[in-house]
């Protein structure tokens, strides 16, 4: 997990409400991410932030916001218009070493919505 | 879309060397092989990355071919907590660009 935690481990919520995901991160790493898994299925990405104050689309951006307004965090709020919210959110960051990058994962957040 | 083709799943004896094998034809000439695995309900874990040359760490060898249209990662001694799912990844070098997980290779272990 090197540093990077995500909290709550497990979160419930009702249908139609916003709900914000914790994302640190004291590495220094400059760029964050966030993931969403389905059962059986890989990660697929929904946001990522390279510096702080930007951010970036990824696949499946819509029904979810961010904000990057430090460095070491990276909330990410599923709101009532995402369709399908139940699944396991990861978040991750990474580091440039010599001429490639590597990318680290927080516990994760599985998240029930009903 | 992923850029690479692994097997679904495999089977290794416990003790036995692990060889899990990954198709990246496409890839180019800046572009790193990575490894990950994921262990049930965690995030996943790094293992190792490597260009052209093979690679070695404490959990595994990374061997890329001369072409570099493949790789295959060897888990030395495999043990029952290696059981996950693996993925090979190709990323490019040149930004700090997100990883593109497939679905990867679901390893057991057994004993």
């Known amino acids: 997990d090197g540093g990077i935690t995500q909290s709550p481990k497990y979160l419930f919520r009702k249908e139609g409400q916003n709900v914000t995901l914790s994302c640190e991160q004291n590495l220094n790493h400059d760029a964050m991410y966030w993931y969403r898994q389905d059962p059986g299925q890989g990660l697929r990405l929904i946001y990522y932030s390279q510096i702080v104050n930007d951010f970036q689309k990824g696949d499946i951006a819509e029904g979810y916001s961010v904000s990057r307004e430090k460095k070491e965090s990276f909330p990410l709020t599923v709101t009532s218009a995402q369709k399908n919210p139940t699944a396991f959110y990861l978040c991750?960051?990474?580091?440039?070493?010599?001429?490639?990058?590597?990318?680290?994962f927080g516990p994760g957040t599985r998240l029930t919505v009903t | 879309d992923a850029k690479t083709t692994q097997p679904p799943s495999m089977d290794c004896a416990e003790g036995r060397a692990a060889n899990l094998p990954c198709n990246h034809s496409t890839i180019s000439g800046n572009e790193y092989v990575y490894w990950y695995r994921q262990i049930h309900s965690q995030g996943p874990q790094y293992i190792i990355h490597?260009?052209?040359n093979n690679e070695t760490n404490e959990m595994a060898s990374l061997i890329i071919t001369e072409d570099r249209k493949s790789s295959t990662l060897i888990l030395p001694h495999a043990t029952l907590r290696d059981t996950a799912v693996y993925y090979c990844?190709?990323?490019?070098?040149?930004?700090?660009?997100?990883?593109?997980f497939g679905k990867g290779t679901r390893l057991s272990v057994i004993a």
């Open positions: 490597g260009l052209k």
């Open positions: 990844i190709v990323r490019g070098g040149s930004g700090n660009t997100p990883l593109v």
């Open positions: 991750a960051s990474s580091i440039r070493r010599g001429l490639s990058y590597e990318q680290y």
